[in-house]
């Protein structure tokens, strides 16, 4: 059986949705694990940006398009980061349909790596 997390592939990981290989459960279990590295990696971020890092690192699109948003609200009950008061335009290098997007604060950003 084919395993999505073997392939860097993104087009590979769109195509398990309508082959039916992927589950739910297995969407949300990737997109936690992309969270918490990007949280790892970014101080603060804008809503529309963990979407599009998990589609750059190979992440297959939800069952529904709404699961992007409230995987980002599930997060955020993990603890793994904060919504700070207030909105900004999402980056351009996101896909968003709205014109303004909360920002968020990692609570699992330790700071840059020094480089020794």
């Known amino acids: 059986m084919y395993n999505p997390y073997d392939s860097p592939d993104v087009e590979a990981n769109y195509l398990l949705l309508f082959d039916g290989l992927s589950t739910p459960e297995d969407w949300k279990d990737e997109y936690e694990r992309l969270f918490i590295r990007l949280c790892n990696e970014r101080e603060t971020f804008d809503g529309s940006v963990p979407c599009a890092y998990a589609r750059a690192n190979g992440l297959w699109e939800p069952h ?6 409230s995987m980002l609200v599930s ?8 919504q700070n008061k207030g909105t900004t335009t999402p980056g351009s290098s996101t896909h968003s349909h709205n014109n303004n997007v909360g920002m968020w604060t990692s609570n699992l950003y330790k700071g840059a790596k020094s480089e020794s």
């Open 64 to 69: 529904h398009h709404n699961c992007w948003v």
């Open 75 to 82: 997060m955020s009950k993990k603890g793994y980061a904060t």
